[in-house]
């Protein structure tokens, strides 16, 4: 066989170089609406960094009690209301597998106006549709990760306008919207970012293969249950109650080991709106 010069060998490199990373820029024509999405993006929504997936995780553990409190307890918020928490706070982050989960379960809780939340970008907007304070603080604590000075300030108008109780209530459940829509991202980062050869700048791919394996089972399961949820009808309050808390006790078998481990990390947790999860 003929001996290829160095330049040849460099030559054929660079070829086969410049050949896969077209093919991994380009999306395939049956790439899914979730792929689509993410590629598109290339990846620039919201994710977690490892400090801050630690700082969210104590923040949505320590709040469960209350989460199952907004779904079934003295404090709990009506389904309607709820739902149109949950689509307001993921205007804000844009995760597919929410916008499909709870878009699905606002239209069970005769939510009209669900489409329209899932977009809105101010609090007139949002309360032109829901006029309901909970609406606004959701607004504000997608819009500020739940964190700082705007936040402390919102939940005390909000528990002026509600109570404590159940504003406590309406915290927990943009907690546990901020998990699954920032968590979501962060899998589809991986796998419709890094993957195709677009990954989000600033991010370890240690970290976003790791947090792949552990969640991906999870999320899995979430896009076949918003499926299977576009053949339900609208749906009595006691059924989207106790479905809501059924969904608690799914997602806490992921949240309460990472949880432990963020509260003997806390410490070192990011809690400033300087360290946001981006």
């Known amino acids: 066989l003929p001996k290829a010069s160095p330049a040849q060998v460099q030559g054929s490199i660079a070829r086969l170089a410049v050949s896969g990373l077209d093919r991994c820029s380009s999306i395939p024509a049956s790439a899914s609406r979730l792929e689509m999405t993410a590629v598109a993006d290339g990846f620039e929504k919201k994710t977690w960094t490892f400090c801050q997936f630690l700082a969210d995780h104590f923040r949505v553990f320590t709040s469960i009690p209350k989460i199952f409190d907004a779904y079934v307890g003295p404090n709990q918020i009506s389904a309607k209301l709820n739902e149109s928490i949950m689509v307001t706070v993921n205007s804000v982050n844009e995760c597919p597998y929410c916008t499909g989960l709870h878009g699905e379960l606002a239209r069970m809780a005769g939510v009209a106006e669900a489409g329209a939340l899932m977009s809105v970008k101010t609090e007139e907007q949002a309360r032109a549709l829901v006029d309901a304070p909970a609406i606004t603080f959701a607004l504000k604590f997608g819009q500020h990760d739940g964190r700082g000075d705007v936040i402390d300030a919102a939940f005390e108008d909000l528990a002026k306008e509600m109570g404590t109780g159940p504003a406590g209530s309406v915290r927990a459940l943009c907690w546990f919207l901020?998990?699954?829509?920032?968590?979501?991202?962060?899998?589809?980062?991986?796998?419709?970012?890094?993957?195709?050869?677009?990954?989000?700048?600033r991010r370890s791919v240690l970290f976003e293969f790791l947090f792949f394996l552990y969640y991906g089972p999870l999320f899995l399961l979430i896009a076949i249950v918003m499926k299977l949820l576009t053949c339900f009808p609208q749906m009595p309050a006691c059924f989207m109650a106790g479905f809501g808390a059924f969904l608690t006790v799914v997602a806490s078998i992921w949240i309460i080991p990472i949880g432990l481990i963020a509260v003997l990390t806390k410490p070192c947790h990011p809690e400033s709106t300087n360290t946001p999860a981006l």
């Open 178 to 201: 901020l998990w699954g829509s920032v968590g979501g991202n962060t899998v589809n980062s991986f796998l419709f970012g890094r993957l195709c050869c677009k990954p989000k700048a």
